[in-house]
């Protein structure tokens, strides 16, 4: 355990900011799994709607930084080629 009072600053800015993290990506792969289930379902503007949730997630999580570009970009990729498939 830190003695310093910045370095216990730091160690509950960290625990705040991971919580943080943790909660936008589980929010990610709820969105992709929800899109999923849409899109086996067959039900076209559901489809639809829930692929466009789930970019619009995917694209905050980018934006904070909490995925990398090309990881948001490839997620993206692979939900609509599930739909057009």
């Known amino acids: 355990m830190a003695n310093i009072k910045s370095?216990?600053?730091r160690?509950?800015?960290t625990e705040k900011e991971?919580?943080?993290?943790?909660?936008?990506?589980?929010?990610?792969?709820?969105?992709t799994k929800k899109c999923r289930q849409a899109i086996d379902s067959a039900n076209a503007d559901l489809s639809k709607e829930m692929i466009r949730m789930a970019q619009k997630t995917i694209d905050?999580?980018?934006?904070?930084?909490?995925?990398?570009?090309n990881t948001?970009?490839?997620?993206?990729?692979?939900?609509?080629?599930?739909?057009?498939v």
Not at 60 to 69: D, E, P, R, Y
Not at 74 to 81: D, F, N, Q
């Open 11 to 13: 160690i509950k800015i």
């Open 7 to 9: 370095a216990i600053k």
């Open 72 to 84: 948001a970009s490839r997620k993206k990729s692979s939900l609509m080629k599930s739909l057009k």
């Open 60 to 69: 905050k999580a980018c934006k904070k930084g909490i995925l990398h570009k």
């Open 18 to 31: 991971t919580n943080i993290n943790k909660a936008l990506k589980t929010q990610v792969k709820t969105a």
